[in-house]
């Protein structure tokens, strides 16, 4: 902790939230510059940083300023949603929590361990009622026939696909950026991967006819506005028709062989992989054929949009100047072990996890001890469908007794890496896909 003014404490968390360069400063009397994140652990500065982790840094000369430790990284909150376990709550009203890396080691992401981004409030369960009876609705001004559907007409009447398919929210990661954006402080939890069952969006909407001048989809669910307002809507975006067309896009009733968890859509949602989970619609009712550009709830203004030029940290950007965002980009986590585990010196060190590029592949993947000085490949399995993630793998050895950060870094099929710090700054603090990294004490 460390002392305010006003003798109140602070938490290295919140310090570094507010402004990381000056937490370097008063936590390690470390020097940083504010625009290249680069500084240099004077002698007492490191006897500092040594004494709180607990050990000798061999690469503290490489270490990038403005970043907290990832020792001190791991903040666990408790979390009671019926049907979650291990997640940690962002926020309960509306209901948001994220799933630690460690969590996320499974080739599938488990119903338990599905983060939870929701908007307004679920509907109640007992209004869904026989699910057979859940009514979808296609209509829109590009729509030929307009028509509804039951649930067990929907199964009855389309083929059924099953893909893996990778949500992450377009927030995921917000809490590191500087200035802060609003929104819920995601960290690296907001993504999961799911064997998601259901029809193609383009065998309803093709039933239904699309007119030419069609060039978007919307979407409309079930869920209430915060206000309770039965007038206003919680959420309602969508994708060009382009993505709702792909063979990958569905309407989906299935998580894992089982129905969609509660907080995740159940008993329907859309799934666009690939994009932000807020185009993945739930608990849906309705969807839309638009001759336009969707301009539902949170499709204008600043809502999941980024600048269409670079901005300079804290810049107010008008609302034109915002362009939406589609493809995520390259990310990748490390799964095993959980940060802060501690190796013995002369043992290998084997490590896995996930990556993943929105529309692309993951290409390569490499990992570092030494702060991003150096790097070395990983090995990289191949996705088991389109928008799938990709698992990795890879084993070290470390030169001498000490702390260490392990570091992965993916490079999409574009050739596009993910950066080591915090990528371009924007209003809300989107597309956050900085490399993950780990803390290991060697003894």
């Known amino acids: 902790m460390a002392n305010k003014k006003d003798n109140e404490s602070q938490g290295i968390h919140e310090l570094y939230s507010k402004d990381p360069v000056e937490a370097d400063k008063r936590l390690w009397g470390r020097e940083v510059d ?16 040594t004494a709180a982790i607990g050990s000798m840094i061999p690469f503290s000369s490489k270490m990038p300023g403005g970043l907290i430790p990832a020792a001190f990284a791991d903040e666990t909150k408790p979390f009671t949603i019926e049907g979650k376990d ?5 926020n309960d009203r509306p209901i948001n929590a994220e799933t630690p890396p460690h969590l996320l080691d499974d080739d599938f992401t488990p119903a338990k361990h599905f983060f939870v981004r929701n908007n307004g409030l679920p509907p109640d369960p007992a209004s869904i009622g026989n699910v057979d009876n859940w009514e979808l609705e296609i209509a829109g001004e590009s729509c030929a026939n307009p028509q509804k ?41 907001a993504v999961g991967c799911a064997k998601w069952t259901g029809v193609r969006v383009k065998d309803v909407l093709e039933a239904c006819g699309i007119k030419d001048d069609a060039v978007y989809i919307g979407y409309y669910g079930a869920d209430t506005h915060l206000s309770g307002d039965p007038g206003k809507d919680t959420i309602s975006r969508g994708v060009p028709m382009s993505k709702a067309l792909e063979d990958e896009s569905l309407i989906a009733w299935g998580f894992n062989g089982e129905d969609i968890p509660y907080q995740n ?31 539902g709830q949170k499709m204008t203004g600043q ?9 300079a940290p804290g810049t107010k950007v008008a609302n034109e100047d ?75 050895t470390f030169p001498q007794k000490g702390y260490y950060e392990v570091w992965a870094k993916a490079t999409d099929s574009e050739g596009k890496a993910q950066p080591t710090i915090v990528p371009g700054w924007n209003p809300r603090g989107y597309l956050n896909n900085a490399c993950h990294r780990i803390a290991v004490q060697v003894v």
């Not at 291990?86 to 962002?90: D, K, P, Y």
């Not at 969807?287 to 550009?293: Q, S």
């Open 34 to 49: 504010p625009l290249t994140r680069r500084g240099f652990l004077k002698k007492s500065s490191l006897l500092a940083m």
């Open 86 to 90: 291990g997640l940690r709550v962002l």
């Open 149 to 189: 559907f039951t649930l067990a007409e929907l199964k009855k009447r389309f083929k059924h696909h099953t893909y893996a398919l990778q949500i992450e929210c377009g927030g995921n990661g917000r809490s590191e950026f500087n200035p802060p954006a609003k929104g819920n402080q995601w960290t690296t939890g």
């Open 265 to 295: 859509g159940y008993p329907l949602r859309l799934v666009t992989g690939g994009w932000p989970g807020s185009t993945s619609g739930k608990w849906l009712k309705k969807i839309v054929i638009r001759d336009r550009v969707h301009d």
């Open 303 to 311: 809502s999941y949009r980024v600048p269409c030029e670079p901005v």
């Open 322 to 396: 915002m362009c939406i965002m589609e493809s995520m980009p390259v990310k990748s986590l490390i799964t095993f072990p959980q940060s802060g585990v501690t190796h013995a010196l002369k043992e290998p060190f084997a490590f896995r996890g996930k990556a993943w590029a929105g529309d692309l592949k993951v290409k390569a993947m490499e990992v570092s001890i030494d702060f991003g000085a150096t790097w070395q490949p990983a090995k990289l399995e191949k996705p088991v469908n389109r928008l799938a993630w990709q698992k990795w793998s890879s084993q070290l």
